[in-house]
């Protein structure tokens, strides 16, 4: 046998892990240092979803004694009219938000990444929504949106011609309505996220495209948009997630009106906790957030399984 042959032997011998070798690499002091976090992230996060739980197999108004109802409050729930109602109406915004504010943020953010001048300046302004209180914000537009001949944006289209609307007092204009305040509340956060992964795209991309004599739509379609299709992806999903638990719009715009055109999930979950000072049935408001919760879980997941190999291509 010759040299090649022989099996190797490891210079270094294996050292067994015990607790003492596990004390001396310093593995206490790391505990020690984790735990104050691990208390902390356990006392307000964990245990709450933990609370939740219990909560939605009990009928409770937090103030008198919980009895268990096992699956009661999840029947109760189900058997809501309003809950299709609720289910309806967020898919509904959810479907207005992916149409008018998914598009958005990418072309305002491919637009301002070809301006020359000032473009400090205009990513200000298009963050500035954003820096606006979400509850001031929705009071300057709920006073937009008043449906007098003498509102704001009624006066706007008086000057083309266009009657007055009645925007969020109607049961058809109400929806439409919240997701165009919605988009312009949180599309300058996209825009910034898009403009920083625009800046990772090499120039060199549109130089060969432009050298291929590529229109302006091309190089978006064949070199801006493969770059960014992770970034794509992940906000997708975060805005899809984000819509399904609207509920400040509804909240101080409507109230869920005019006929319940705009309750929400939340808004619905919202009605359950706390419809009267007595304390609401928090069993089914906690019973209807698991159910959004484990949905949202599971879309989440299927959604990475479906994306995964496009989004690595």
């Known amino acids: 046998m010759t040299a090649i042959d022989r099996p190797r032997t490891s210079s270094r011998r294996l050292v067994r892990r015990s607790p003492a070798t596990w004390i001396r690499g310093g593995g206490l002091s790391t505990l020690v240092f984790l735990l104050p976090m691990l208390l902390i992230f356990g006392l307000f996060s964990w245990y709450p979803i933990v609370r939740a739980i219990i909560m939605s197999f009990q009928h409770t108004n937090l103030v008198s004694a919980p009895t268990w109802v096992g699956w009661d409050n999840f029947v109760q729930v189900v058997n809501d009219p309003l809950f299709w109602t609720a289910i ?68 706007i289209l008086g000057w083309v011609g266009i009657p007055p609307q009645p925007w969020i007092q109607d049961a058809t204009q109400a929806m439409p309505s919240l997701v165009v305040e919605a988009t312009w509340a949180a599309a300058g956060g996209t825009i910034i996220i898009y403009l920083a ?117």
């Not at 978006?220 to 805005?239: A, D, E, F, Y």
């Not at 319940?260 to 706390?274: G, K």
């Open 88 to 155: 309806g109406n967020t898919a509904w915004f959810a479907l207005l938000a992916l149409i008018l504010g998914y598009p958005v943020p990418l072309i305002a953010a491919v637009l301002m990444s070809e301006v020359r001048r000032a473009k400090g300046l205009y990513s200000a302004l298009a963050y500035l929504p954003v820096v606006v209180p979400p509850v001031v914000a929705v009071l300057l537009w709920k006073f937009f949106y008043d449906a007098s001949p003498t509102g704001v944006f009624n006066t």
């Open 197 to 313: 992964a625009l800046t990772g795209v090499a120039p060199e991309l549109y130089d060969a495209a432009e050298v291929d004599g590529a229109s302006i739509w091309n190089k978006i379609w064949h070199v801006t948009l493969p770059q960014l299709r992770g970034i794509l992806l992940i906000t997708l999903i975060l805005q899809i997630i984000g819509t399904a638990q609207v509920f400040l719009e509804p909240f101080l715009f409507t109230g869920g009106g005019p006929v319940n055109a705009t309750v929400t999930i939340l808004l619905l979950i919202y009605r359950y906790a706390f419809q009267n000072s007595l304390g609401g049935d928090y069993g089914a408001a906690t019973a209807l957030s698991l159910m959004l919760a484990v949905f949202l879980a599971v879309l989440s997941l299927v959604y990475f399984r479906l994306t995964k190999s496009w989004s690595q291509n």
